[in-house]
C-alpha cells in the first residue's frame, strides 16, 4: 500500500468554479502534512501547511482528518493560474517527505 | 535570495555512462536532500545531509548511486554505470532546519534520459 494516495484528476473546471479533492495516508504516527503544487516540468512549490484541524489562505483551504487519516484541499472561485498538479505531502516525524503522485487541476476560461 | 539551483536541467545518456547532477542549496541551509520521481510514479526520497555529513541514505536504490556534499555547500549525485530505469527527474531541496514541520525548497530538478 502506498503512504500517500491521491485521486489523480483530472479535474476541469470553469473559471470562477469550487474544486476539491482529498488524499489518504497510511502511516497513523505522521505528524505534519502539506500541499505543494507543481507545474508542468518545474519544482515542487508549497502551497501550504496543514499542522492540525485545517487551515485556510485565500481562496484555499486545507482540511486535516487525523482519525480518517485523510486531508482536503479546496480552491474556491478558481482562476486559469491555479491549473498546476497539487502533490499532498506528509512528513512521518523526521526530514523524509512522503509524497502522493498528484491531483491534475485544468480551470479553462 | 536564490533559490535551490541544479545542473545540468536535461542530461541523455547511454546505458553503461556515467552522469553527475549537482545541487546548489539555498545559501546558509545546512540540510540537504535528493529525491527521484521516476515516470509514473509519486516523488521518492533518495537521502539527506546535514552539512557535510549523510545522515540518512535509505532511500538510494543502489550501489551505482553515490552523492558526496565536500565541505558542506553543494552536493553532487554520481551514477554509475547509468541503467534505464534510472531514467527521471531528480530533484534537490533545501532546509534551514530537519524538523518535521520545515519547509524544504525544491530546484527545478534535472530530467535524466537513460538510452
Known amino acids: 500500500r502506498k503512504e500517500v494516495e491521491q485521486d489523480p484528476g483530472p479535474f476541469n473546471v470553469p473559471e470562477g468554479a469550487t474544486v476539491a479533492f482529498n488524499c489518504t495516508y497510511s502511516?497513523?504516527?505522521?505528524?505534519?502534512f502539506f500541499w505543494y503544487r507543481q507545474d508542468c516540468r518545474k519544482e515542487p512549490k508549497l502551497l501550504m501547511s496543514?499542522?492540525?484541524s485545517g487551515n485556510e489562505d485565500g481562496r484555499f483551504t486545507a482540511q486535516l482528518n487525523r482519525a480518517s487519516q485523510y486531508i482536503s484541499l479546496l480552491i474556491r472561485d478558481s482562476k486559469l493560474s491555479d491549473s498546476a498538479t497539487y502533490l499532498c505531502?506528509?512528513?512521518?516525524?523526521?526530514?523524509?517527505?512522503?509524497f502522493g503522485a498528484g491531483t491534475t487541476v485544468t480551470v479553462r476560461a | 535570495e536564490a533559490g535551490v539551483t541544479q545542473f545540468p536541467s536535461h542530461s541523455v545518456i547511454e546505458k553503461g555512462q556515467t552522469v553527475t547532477l549537482r545541487c546548489d542549496p539555498i545559501?546558509?541551509?545546512?540540510?540537504l536532500y535528493w529525491y527521484r520521481r521516476v515516470m509514473g510514479k509519486e516523488i521518492k526520497f533518495l537521502l539527506h545531509?546535514?552539512?557535510?555529513?549523510?545522515?540518512?541514505e535509505s532511500g538510494m536504490p543502489n550501489n551505482r548511486f553515490l552523492a558526496e556534499r565536500t565541505g558542506g555547500t553543494y552536493s553532487t549525485l554520481k551514477v554509475q554505470p547509468a541503467e534505464l530505469e534510472d531514467s527521471g527527474v531528480y530533484f534537490c531541496?533545501?532546509?534551514?532546519?530537519?524538523?518535521?514541520?520545515?519547509?524544504?525548497?525544491f530546484g527545478p530538478g534535472t530530467r535524466l534520459t537513460v538510452l
Open positions: 531541496a533545501s532546509s534551514q532546519l530537519a524538523g518535521f514541520t520545515d519547509t524544504q525548497y
Open positions: 502511516n497513523s504516527a505522521s505528524q505534519s
Open positions: 496543514v499542522y492540525s
Open positions: 505531502v506528509v512528513n512521518r516525524g523526521d526530514y523524509k517527505l512522503s
Open positions: 545559501s546558509g541551509h545546512d540540510n
Open positions: 545531509f546535514v552539512k557535510e555529513s549523510k545522515q540518512d
